[in-house]
């Protein structure tokens, strides 16, 4: 717990969306090494026992799970024996809290890693072949989750971006230009850094923005994977919010590279991620 919370005070942050809590008690454990009174709020587990939630200084309000996939999208295969789902194996969580006299509703992911895991609980497959179908499965269904997050961000807009501010935080698992990280976008056009960002168009309504391009670009990654920097969490925020923004920054942590056994990080003191953290002047 000393890692986390000296990286809450570090960055001085008023809200968190957290993900790969096991027991509830270890985030207030967390909340109890901070100062002041912070509020928490958790999802139901997946299978493994783990939940997305949030760490908040401000009182957590309509707190609500998301988790079914939107109507109209079949049943995602999930293994060879045919097995499909119809929700999140993880749900995501939403609420909405107060801050400097605004109304802000976050919403807290962790869609399905890349890691692949087979029949049996193994991480390597039989086969290339087993690989290559349980490849298949873990990519439609992580796309099938950004789809149900995104049909609960458009709730949120509400049609009207503009006005209400709504943010998706979280590990994605996926870089982004990833089409599973591109659905959670909503309509193209008037990202970060293009031409079109500051002019006007009906898609600011139902848009959300990636914080990415606003990382100073020697900070631009958040977990490293056999050697190699990606940038897999991600935090997006409505129209209403895009001028409000003041820093983003994944902070200065030095975190150890990880691969495909994920027993080797059994005994690790810190996490294996580092935070995107955003300011925002709501004045």
Known sequence: MEAPAATIIDLALDVLAVQEVGDPSALEDLAGRLEGRWRTALAEPDARGIRVGFLSKSALTKVEELSDFPDGLSPVQVDDEGGAIEQMGRPALKARIRKDGATIDIVSVHLKSKLLSYLGGRFSPKDEGERARYSVYALHRRAAEASAVRAGAVELLGGDGRENRAIVAGDLNDEPQAATTQILLGPDGSEFGTTGFDRADKGDADRMWNLEQLIP????????????????????????????????TTGGADISSVTDSPGRRNVAEASDHRPVAATFNLN
């Open 217 to 248: 670009e020697e900070e631009r990654f958040t977990r490293i994977y056999r050697g190699q920097r990606e940038l897999i969490d991600h935090i997006m925020v409505s129209h209403a919010l895009t001028g409000a923004v003041e820093s983003v």
